[in-house]
């Protein structure tokens, strides 16, 4: 068995999970960052049909900016210069639900490099150059996206393929996601961490 788990509660990564809606960790994940104090925010996936359908989503659940500009680089920023429930005081995760119906959007690889992007900015808290925020603390910042009747595998490389510095591991069935390059420091002294069981063999919704 792997001894590696994706967090809620460190900043590190996966910055980006992919697991079956049943997955134990995923209640033991939101019990151990509830009892740290910090924020569970809940997404339903029926609402991302459309890019347009993401903005609004997030905007509206996430608390935006007013002045969101309703485009994946303002989305990063508003990530990364957190505004909205706790105010970037308290550790936050996202938890998208029912996200089968992602696979195969057109924008599923901006999507996904869009969450692992921002996520990176607010757990190392660096501005939009990459350079440290003086001002602002960092906080934990992760997001999962559970699947009712997907394997996450299936998603691998549909949202690696869009952004050359993505990178995906499957373990213990899960599809974590980080960011590895010189440009994305401090998030993965080694990647890919040490697989467990081999993920059951990748499907789409029937």
């Known amino acids: 068995m792997s001894t590696f788990l994706p967090t809620l509660t460190e900043r590190r990564s996966p ?104 996520a990176w900015r607010a757990n190392f808290m660096v501005d939009a150059d990459g350079d440290p925020d003086e001002w ?12 009712d009747r997907t394997e996450p595998a299936a998603f691998a490389e549909e949202v690696v393929s869009w952004d050359a510095d993505l990178r995906e591991a499957v373990v213990d069935g899960r599809l974590l996601i980080t960011l590895t390059d010189v440009d994305w420091p401090g998030g993965d002294p080694v990647w890919p961490p040490a697989a467990g069981p081999l993920a059951p063999a990748a499907r789409r919704p029937a």
Not at 28 to 47: C, N, P, S, T, Y
Not at 136 to 147: E, G, K, M
Request: aromatic letters at 12%; proline letters at 3%.
């Open 136 to 147: 602002t603390d960092p906080f934990a910042l992760h997001f999962v996206l559970l699947l």
């Open 15 to 118: 910055w980006v999970t992919f697991t079956r809606a049943d997955d134990p960790w995923v209640a033991r994940a939101e019990a151990d960052l509830l009892a740290r104090d910090g924020l569970v925010l809940r997404i339903a996936g029926g609402e991302l049909d459309t890019e347009a359908c993401v903005y609004r989503t997030f905007a509206r659940e996430l608390g935006f900016i007013g002045y969101f500009g309703h485009n994946w680089d303002a989305m990063v920023d508003c990530l990364g210069d957190w505004h909205g429930p706790g105010h970037g005081k308290q550790d936050v995760a996202v938890i998208i639900d029912a996200a089968d119906g992602l696979l195969g959007a057109d924008f599923l690889g901006v999507f996904v490099s869009t969450l692992a992007r921002g």
